[in-house]
């Protein structure tokens, strides 16, 4: 299994961080990337010019990064997940490691790794457990495949936080999925509920309330976080929890609960887009200082009249 030369797809927040901190992992000769904001005229320069300074091979298309690449690593919002396998099948060269990072539901990871497998790749799927940035490449990391095992024994060496479930497709993202369930519902209650608090000047007693039946966990700056990533990371999360939602949905139960929390972050992503959030100090999240969220979800709402 050669894992020398590496090739990220996505080459946003994730894809940052997996570029810049393998990079200088021992047997690691190359590292190049390929994103489709390479090419936007907005963005695009930008992106480049990040690459550039980190010492990362912009490639212009996907069959320049198959080309350059002995291991593969997709990171790409949850949408786009079939897609890119889907594009990569047409270039990938046989023997390569194509490492599925993305949040999507275990039938679409089958799909990805069909597709993959009968190009002459190696399929891994990966279920990354919690949020990368303050991880890093040691996020925790679920893998399934057959060569899941030899992966996770390979990524160790790189001090990677990687652990094989199952040599079947699915299992890893169905943990990660059923995780997410829970985890992005959260973030949308808190939202919800905080936000609620908030209009009617009850916060510091209903927070006090949650304070006292799970001391152990600071809900002012839990709840700062979760409004800040929601916040930056709306779109994405809804993406995840649609995938979520399908998996469900796959077991036979109605995703009733996961459909209305891609709805509300979603919402919230729309808000960021539109500058809701664009006064809101840049460190609230450190500052636990949720309330400012609240406020420019308040002030929206008084100046949208709903």
Known sequence: MDLSRIGIIGYGEVGKIFASGLKAKNGVT???????????????????????????????????????????????????????????????????VFLDLNSASPSTKQKCAALIDAAGGQYVEAGVMTSVPPYGI?????????????????????ELDAKAVSERIGVASAIKMCRSVMIKGLEA?????????????????????????????????????????????????????????????????????????????QWVADLATAGVFKAVPKDAAKERDWQAFADALLAFKLNAKI
């Open 30 to 96: 190359s590292m190049a990337a390929w994103d489709m904001k390479f090419k936007d005229e907005a963005s695009g320069g930008v992106e480049l010019s990040h690459a550039k300074q980190a010492g990362v091979q912009a490639c212009a298309s996907m069959q320049a990064l198959c080309a350059a690449s002995s291991f593969i690593i997709s990171a790409v919002t949850a949408s786009s997940t079939l897609a890119v396998a889907q594009e990569a099948a047409k270039h990938i060269r046989a023997g390569t």
């Open 138 to 158: 040691q996020v925790p990391m679920l893998l399934g495949g057959s060569l899941g095992e030899n992966l996770a024994s390979l990524l160790s060496k790189w």
């Open 189 to 265: 209650l808190v939202i919800e509920s905080y936000s609620t608090a908030r209009f009617y000047g009850v916060e510091e007693e209903m927070i006090a309330t949650l304070q006292e039946t799970f001391p152990s966990i600071d809900w002012k700056q839990q709840g700062a976080y979760f409004f800040s990533r929601v916040v930056q990371h709306g779109k994405r999360r809804a993406e995840e929890m649609r995938e979520s939602a399908r998996t469900v949905q796959e077991a036979g139960f109605e995703p009733l609960m996961t459909s209305a929390i891609a709805a509300k972050q």
